[in-house]
């Protein structure tokens, strides 16, 4: 009875690590994503993250009305260089704005979910927007979380939605 015992609950420890592991090849562009945008959160502050979310947003328009897209963006990474530069170029802009905001202590849930909401729109504008895909073969279950238009609009949505509840 004891070696049934012992084999069961090494058979549900396989079944829940083969889970985690596929888990985190499943979204590792995303947990990744999630894990960068965290650190900067930590590391420059939590009051830097608005400037940066207001940075992706304006960086989509800039990127996509870009002028001269046939002359420069033919290779893939240099596109995806130029909606980095726009997005660098409009988070030091909008730096000036967090001067004006409270600042408030760090919290590490309030990071976390911000930084997975702000992952969440980088990689579905990287999906929608960006030739990532070019790059970067995303498997059925990204493309499930990210793909489809309805949640691209929730991705869009969801650091607003975010700002509204967590960084009052």
């Known amino acids: 009875m004891n070696t049934l015992n012992s084999l069961d609950i090494g058979t549900r420890f396989h079944a829940a690590l083969n889970f985690i592991i596929g888990f985190g090849q499943d ?3 995303f947990i990744i994503l999630a894990v960068l945008v965290a650190a900067f ?3 420059l502050g939590r009051n830097r993250l ?9 960086a989509v328009p800039l990127y996509l009305f870009f002028p001269f897209q ?12 130029l909606y980095l530069l726009f997005v660098f170029l409009s988070f030091v802009a909008f730096s000036g704005l967090s001067f004006f905001m409270a600042s408030a202590p760090r919290s590490f849930l309030r990071v976390g ?6 992952a969440g729109t980088l990689l579905a504008i990287g999906i929608h927007i960006l030739p990532l ?3 970067y073969t995303f498997n059925s279950a990204t493309k499930a979380l990210f793909a489809s238009n309805q949640s691209f609009f929730w ?5 607003l ?6 960084e009052r």
């Open 50 to 58: 608005m400037p940066l979310i207001a940075a992706i947003y304006t």
């Open 133 to 135: 895909e070019q790059i």
């Open 41 to 43: 959160a930590f590391f």
């Open 155 to 159: 991705w869009l949505l969801a650091p």
């Open 161 to 166: 939605v975010g700002l509204f509840f967590l």
């Open 70 to 81: 046939t002359a420069l963006l033919q290779d893939h990474y240099i596109a995806i260089a």
């Open 27 to 29: 979204f590792l562009p």
């Open 113 to 118: 979910a911000m930084s997975v909401l702000v």
